[in-house]
C-alpha cells in the first residue's frame, strides 16, 4: 500500500532526478550559452561580497560533511567514537551552517535594497533563494536541537540514500525521523527539481580550464591619452574631391610592341 512517505521519498525523488538531468542536458545542448551564473557584481559589490564569500565557504563545507559521510559513514562513527572529535565535529558543522545562513541572508537582503541587482532578479532566482534560505534554516534548526547528527546521519540517512541509487528504496530507516528532518530531506529534493531550471546549473561547468588557458591579448583600439570619462570622437571622413572632366587626363591605349 502506497503511503505518504512513500510518496515523498521515493517515487518523488526518482521524478526529481529524472526531471533534472533532462532538463539539464537539453539545455546543454540547446542553450549551452545560458550555463552561467549571470555574476550582478558589476552592479553592485559590497554587499555581494559579504553574502557571496561566507555562503560559499559555509556549503562548501556542509556539502563536504555530508559526501564524507555519505561515501565512508563507518569512519564517521569510528570518528565521533571520541568525544572530543565528536564536539569539534559538530561545532564545525554548525559554524558551516551558520555561514551559510548569514550568506544567504545578505543575498537576499541585496537584491531586495540594490534596484540594479532587483532588477535583473528573475521570479526563478526568487525560488531558488527562498529554497535555500528553507534548507539552510531546516540544517541549522536540526544541528542545534537535534544534536550528534553526523552519527545518526550516518546510521539513518546515508543508508536510505544508497538504497535510492541501488534501485531498492527503503524508508524504513527515515520513517521515525523528526519532522524537521523529513523537511530539510524533502526541501532538498525540490531544490534537485529546480536545478535545470536556475542558475545553479552553473557548478557543473567551472571554468577550471582558465588555469591552463593561454593569456589573452588586449589591444586598445582609441586614443590612449583620452580625457576619461569623454568618449571618443569619430575621425571624419575625407572630403570628395570632383574632378572637372576637362582635367582628367585622358586614357590611353598601351601601345603594344613586336
Excluded at 539513518?156 to 538504497?163: D, E, G, K, M, N
Excluded at 530507516?173 to 532538498?188: D, S
Excluded at 545553479?200 to 591619452?225: A, E
Aim: glycine letters at 6%; hydrophobic letters at 55%.
Amino acid at each position: 500500500m502506497l503511503n505518504l512517505d512513500n510518496l515523498l521519498f521515493v517515487i518523488f525523488p526518482y521524478t526529481v532526478i529524472i526531471l533534472a538531468v533532462v532538463v539539464t542536458a537539453q539545455r546543454y545542448f540547446k542553450r549551452g550559452f545560458t550555463y552561467s551564473s549571470l555574476s550582478s557584481q558589476f552592479l553592485e559589490g559590497g554587499e555581494l561580497f559579504y553574502g557571496s564569500v561566507p555562503f560559499h565557504i559555509g556549503i562548501l563545507g556542509v556539502l563536504a560533511g555530508h559526501l564524507i559521510g555519505f561515501a565512508f559513514p563507518k569512519s564517521v562513527l569510528l570518528f565521533n567514537s571520541v568525544p572530543l572529535r565528536l564536539y569539534i565535529l559538530e561545532s564545525a558543522a554548525l559554524l558551516f551552517g551558520l555561514m551559510c545562513l548569514v550568506g544567504i541572508v545578505n543575498l537576499i537582503v541585496r537584491r531586495q535594497i540594490s534596484a540594479r541587482v532587483r532588477a535583473v532578479t528573475s521570479p526563478m532566482d526568487v525560488v531558488v533563494l527562498l529554497l535555500l534560505l528553507i534548507q539552510v534554516v531546516l540544517g541549522v534548526y536540526t544541528a542545534i536541537f537535534y544534536r550528534w547528527g553526523s552519527a545518526w546521519y550516518a546510521t539513518s540517512a546515508v543508508p536510505y540514500l544508497r538504497s535510492l541509487f541501488t534501485l531498492q528504496p527503503d524508508v524504513a530507516m527515515i520513517a521515525p525521523l523528526p519532522m524537521v528532518v523529513k523537511a530539510h530531506f524533502l526541501n532538498a529534493w525540490v531544490l534537485v527539481a529546480v536545478f535545470g531550471f536556475s542558475r545553479l546549473v552553473h557548478m557543473l561547468v567551472v571554468p577550471i580550464h582558465y588555469l591552463w588557458r593561454p593569456y589573452q591579448l588586449v589591444i586598445w583600439n582609441w586614443n590612449r591619452k583620452r580625457i576619461r570619462g569623454q568618449a571618443p570622437r569619430p575621425r571624419p571622413a575625407p572630403a570628395e574631391v570632383i574632378v572637372p572632366a576637362s582635367e582628367r587626363p585622358a586614357k590611353t591605349r598601351p601601345a603594344f610592341t613586336r
